[in-house]
């Protein structure tokens, strides 16, 4: 049992789980098993084993529940996001990784399969979740990275430097211009909420940084344009274009960049939700 609170860990976790959900916190058992794994150093299934005996509380357990019944993210709290094969450092002011990101990764790995070499940029890394996996699971390709926020740069060097990524601090609406025309891939999570539409969740609305989550003008569309429109810029003929966006902006993109003319093989994807979340574009013209 542990001093001050003499709780068993298996009585600790159950009584987090309710506090979490007294809080609102959307997963509050699955959070409290996470939180309690962090401290103890250990994976689900021994921590499940060591809730069947009687192991005490870890110390510091209470205050990391309190912190999240603040509703402070899980993995600002952890630092840690798991994203694909990657454990990604994160805090305050970079992005959290989302699971329907790693379906945009996907299509980016299947298109780079049998290529030698290729070359891909992502526009607005954040922690660098799309271009770290890029680079951990397609290692002969070459990565480049961009960010605009310092504070979300500096997380992305922390993550990316380590997996050979060029990573630059700019504005993807003119980034690289040395590089145009020479990539394989551009491939984009961009900033696209619309201004008015304020995310419910404390966790996204006071935590993630509005920077990443507002796309610009009343329908949050400036961002994905500006991103089409430098892939476009970016992109060797017959390179491919993926990005990620809300689903009710699915058929919006779709018909942005069929009237461009700059486009062919416009193409929406699900998410794992069967979500309209992500639309891929082939340049016009010959194929690389
Ligand atoms: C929705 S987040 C996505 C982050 C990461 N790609 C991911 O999927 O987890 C959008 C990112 O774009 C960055 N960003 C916003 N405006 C930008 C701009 N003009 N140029 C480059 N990056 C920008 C934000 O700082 C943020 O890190």
């Known amino acids: 049992m542990t001093e001050g609170t003499g709780q068993s860990l298996a009585e600790a976790v159950r009584e987090a789980a309710s506090t979490l959900a007294a809080a609102g916190v959307p997963s509050p058992r699955v959070d409290a098993e996470l939180l309690a794994e962090h401290l103890l150093g250990v994976g689900l299934g021994r921590l499940r084993a060591l809730m069947l005996g009687d192991t005490p509380a870890p110390e510091g357990y209470q205050d990391l529940i309190a912190e999240r019944?603040?509703?402070?993210?899980?993995?600002?709290?952890?630092?840690?996001?798991?994203f694909r094969y990657l454990e990604l450092a994160v805090g305050p002011g970079v992005f959290i990784p989302r699971p329907e990101t790693e379906s945009v990764v996907q299509l980016v790995i299947d298109r780079l399969q049998g290529m030698a070499h290729p070359k891909v940029v992502d526009l607005g890394t954040g922690s660098g979740a799309i271009a770290g996996s890029?680079?951990?699971?397609?290692?002969?390709?070459e990565v480049h990275a961009v960010e605009f926020s310092e504070f979300a740069h500096a997380w992305a060097a922390r993550n990316l430097l380590p997996l050979g990524v060029h990573l630059i601090r700019g504005d993807l609406r003119d980034a690289l211009p040395g590089h145009n025309g020479t990539f394989d891939v551009v491939v984009s999570n961009p900033p696209y909420i619309p201004a008015e539409a304020i995310p419910n969740e404390p966790e996204v609305a006071l935590h993630d940084p509005p920077e990443a989550l507002y796309g610009g003008?009343?329908?949050?569309?400036?961002?994905?344009t500006a991103a089409a429109t430098s892939a476009a810029r970016l992109l060797v003929p017959g390179g491919y274009f993926v990005m990620e966006h809300a689903e009710v902006q699915a058929g919006w993109i779709a018909a942005m960049l069929e009237r461009s003319g700059l486009w062919d093989a416009v193409t929406t994807h699900h998410d794992l939700n069967g979500k309209d979340r992500a639309t891929s574009a082939v340049l016009a013209g010959p194929a690389a």
């Open 69 to 82: 019944a603040r509703r402070i993210p899980l993995q600002h709290i952890t630092g840690v996001a798991h």
């Open 134 to 141: 890029i680079a951990h699971e397609v290692p002969d390709a």
């Open 217 to 224: 003008g009343a329908d949050g569309m400036e961002l994905p």
